[in-house]
């Protein structure tokens, strides 16, 4: 009976037999927390950025002071590696961790409480770090449009077909990453034409304000390429995109960069590359000045600042100026049922002008009075003499005459605007207007009334709008100037009458617009 008993307690003591574990490396299907070391984390080959966090120094001595203050998300891809993968953002931490683990042998640096989710999909991995770094805006231009290029790269391969850039912009936005498809545009041209020549300058944080004018004068000067190429006898030895990119490698360094510089440089290349007699360095220049591709988006294929009344023929000017030095003679006009003219005799030779009532101009403004009395037979007025005004968005003839044709509330919020933008454009301040096309606006309002400059402010009292801050301009300084040295108007003769005639067309679009709300009223 003892030694049963004494069996019986050594069999207790003895060490239980183990179940053989069943080995699951397949990953979680749900969202669960976990503690992984460095060993078994691994960075995104998919994260955008390639360069140095600007704040890494910043975050390692929090990191080291403090530990991680965000938990990491991880994931792990079920057909690659044994590992898991940050799926939003993630990689600088990881790049820290490793240097404090290996500088100081803590074992909170080795060992990481990571929040695991399921395999997303590459896709959506792309998508969320990039959707991760915008929050925190520090990912360069360059970095997001690559990480742009391979997100659609990884969509159209799923979809084994090409998709729209308006498609994709969708797929983003429902990712939580909305990007408009015209940026999306601009980023894969960015990638396709300046990237392979320019790595360096745009690694270095060259942003969408040097870009976007960098890749409007490439496309400008490709369309003159295009349009003259084939009208040369010997057919060029490199392409545009040759030319272009090699430009692109001279300025390959923030250092070197400059906007001005590099568009004379490449007009030089386009010169030596596709010599056409019609392509001088004049024309050049003026096809790939930024303000006249600004007009050309506004208004576009109009006549421009650049240019200029076609020359008066010898014989045509030099009868003009012998007729100036005569005596001026007269002119009578007919009463309205009479289409004749009237002329002196003995000046019979003198070319008859055409009667009043085939120029179609509106009419300086009238009484009742005055429009009921008879009217005697007057001098016909002299044409204005303004060809040095008329040049430019809206080239002015007659700084009061309005053509019927244009005599409508559209017309005349067009005229303002261009008037509006091209005195705007010579003060520096274009930038402030918009275009606005209500039937009660000026057919122009400013972007920002508050930060906006002195001229535009001045511009913005003339449509009745209220101005946040007073502007320091007065007329004098802007039309007139004074009598002291250096005290000359702002403006110059051809700039003063486009002023004038602004002031006539919101007058005549203020008349029309009184009409339509007394109308409105009179019906209600």
């Known amino acids: 009976m003892g030694r049963n008993t004494q069996n019986l307690g050594h069999a207790l003591l003895q060490q239980g037999r183990q179940a053989v574990a069943t080995l699951n490396d397949s990953p979680p299907m749900a969202e669960i927390p976990m503690v992984l070391t460095l060993d078994q984390l691994r960075p995104n080959p998919d994260n955008p950025r390639t360069s ?294 003995d000046k019979a030779r003198t070319p008859a002008p055409s009667p009043r009532k085939n120029n179609p101009v509106l009419p300086p403004y009238q009484s009742e009075s005055e429009e009921n009395s008879p009217e005697p037979a007057l001098p016909a007025p002299e044409v204005e003499c303004l060809h040095f005004a008329q040049t430019g968005l809206e080239p002015v003839s007659s700084v009061w005459d309005i053509s019927p044709m244009q005599d409508d509330i559209e017309h005349l919020q067009s005229m303002a605007f261009r008037l509006a933008f091209e005195l705007a454009e010579v003060m520096g301040c274009d930038s402030d207007l918009l275009p606005v096309s209500d039937e009660g606006s000026a057919g122009f309002c400013l972007g920002n009334a508050q930060e906006a400059r002195a001229f535009s402010r001045l511009l913005l009292s003339l449509i009745g709008e209220e101005v946040a801050a007073p502007t320091e301009l007065m007329l004098t300084a802007v039309l007139l100037g004074t009598a002291g040295r250096g005290n000359a108007p702002l403006l110059d003769d051809a700039q003063t009458v486009k002023f004038l005639r602004l002031i006539r067309v919101l007058r005549r679009l203020r008349e029309l617009q009184r009409q339509i709300t007394r109308e409105n009223i009179t019906m209600s």
């Open 52 to 345: 140095r966090n600007p704040r890494y120094d910043d975050i390692k001595a929090s990191i080291k002071a403090r530990g991680l203050d965000a938990v990491p998300k991880v994931t792990r891809d079920p057909k690659g590696d044994e590992v898991y993968i940050f799926s939003d953002g993630g990689n600088t931490r990881y790049q820290i961790l490793s240097e404090l683990w290996q500088e100081t042998g803590d074992e909170r640096f080795y060992r990481v409480h990571c929040l695991f989710k399921p395999w997303p999909g590459r896709l959506q991995c792309v998508i969320g770090h990039l959707a991760e770094n915008e929050l925190r805006g520090d990912l360069s231009f360059i970095e997001k449009a690559l990480g742009i290029c391979k997100a659609r790269t990884i969509y159209e391969t799923q979809k084994q077909k090409k998709i729209s850039l308006r498609e994709f912009s969708a797929l983003l936005s429902e990712a939580g990453f909305p990007v408009s498809d015209g940026h999306i545009s601009r980023m894969e041209h960015t990638v396709k034409y300046l990237y392979p020549w320019m790595p360096n300058l745009l690694a270095s944080g060259l942003g969408t304000p040097q870009i976007r004018p960098l890749l409007v004068l490439r496309q400008n000067a490709d369309n003159i390429w295009q349009q003259h190429v084939f009208s040369i006898n010997q057919e060029p030895t490199v392409t545009f995109d040759e030319v272009f990119g090699l430009c692109c490698r001279k300025f390959d360094a923030l250092e070197d960069w400059s906007p001005e510089m590099f568009r004379d440089e490449l007009i030089g290349d386009l010169l030596q590359a596709l010599p056409h007699p019609l392509l001088n360095y004049d024309r050049w220049i003026l096809e790939l000045d930024p303000k006249e591709s600004n007009r050309r988006q506004l208004f576009g294929e109009q006549a421009t600042a650049f240019g200029s009344m076609p020359e008066e023929p010898e014989t045509n000017k030099a009868d003009r100026i012998r007729v100036q030095n005569k005596e001026p003679n007269p002119r009578i006009i007919s009463q309205p049922d009479s289409g004749t003219i009237h002329a002196p005799a």
